[in-house]
């Protein structure tokens, strides 16, 4: 019997992008130390360029026209760029006096995002698209009355500088389960998803993660997934800025 295939992104010329698209800026960077005891992770060099600007490239490109952007760690600096960031309107959340985590950061973020569903980027996320644009095609794949959350996930295969044992297992109608503690998934989170309003609803005080809202998605059948069907670089160290710099030249 031959194993069951998972969904993957159908493109529709006709599904509109989120015109607003939350960028998840305030880490701390520790992984990325030394490069980051004097600049925010998001402002350090990827290919020529900070790797948030890679993320504001790929945002314009789509046909985003707003980015989100929360600032806690040298938020100065990062400020003193986004200040630079031409084609897009930005919105800087203030994360200065408390570190809010992705959830908390999502929360506090909520009212300058206009329009529902939106998207939401980490800053330090790397990606190749495959056939098309990929923040079009997962628009293409969302389905407002099932879904509150669309995760883009990425074999292992195709999960370059990653070590991880995976995120999550996907059934033939995209639906996602977590992997299971000491066992290994075969789909890693990119850091890009899309995601409704409905998701940051009766959230906790202060800081906290997305996986609570996740978790609860999975448990009302609301969180689904789609492959990215082109590269995705992890580049959480120092080691990973070089090995994908050299992944890039090598073709």
């Not at 389905?143 to 959350?149: F, G, H, P, V």
């Amino acid at each position: 019997m031959k194993p069951k295939r998972a969904l993957s992104l159908r493109p529709n010329i006709k599904a509109a992008v989120p015109k607003t698209a939350m960028v998840m800026a305030a880490g701390l960077g520790k992984r990325m130390r030394p490069l980051t005891a004097t600049r925010p992770k998001p402002l350090i060099d990827l290919a020529g360029k900070p790797m948030i600007d890679h993320v504001f490239d790929r945002l314009r490109a789509a046909g985003v026209e707003k980015a989100v952007v929360n600032v806690h760690y040298l938020a100065d600096a990062l400020e003193g760029h986004l200040e630079g960031v031409r084609g897009l309107d930005i919105a800087v959340s203030d994360e200065r006096e408390q570190l809010l985590e992705t959830g908390g950061g999502l929360a506090k973020a909520l009212p300058m995002i206009e329009g529902d569903p939106f998207l939401s980027c980490n800053s330090d996320n790397f990606w190749i698209d495959g056939p098309a644009d990929t923040l079009r095609l997962l628009a293409a794949h969302w389905d407002d009355e099932t879904m509150d959350a669309l995760l883009l996930l990425v074999p292992h295969a195709r999960a370059f500088n990653h070590a991880g044992k995976g995120d999550f297992h996907m059934d033939r109608k995209g639906r996602l389960t977590r992997r299971e503690r000491g066992k290994v998934a075969p789909y890693v989170f990119t850091g890009i998803q899309m995601m409704s309003k409905r998701l940051i609803r009766d959230v906790p005080e202060g800081p906290f993660s997305t996986n609570i809202l996740w978790d609860r998605a999975i448990g009302e059948g609301r969180c689904f997934g789609a492959v990215h069907q082109g590269l995705w670089f992890d580049v959480g160290r120092p080691q990973s800025i070089k090995d994908t710099e050299a992944a890039l030249i090598d073709g």
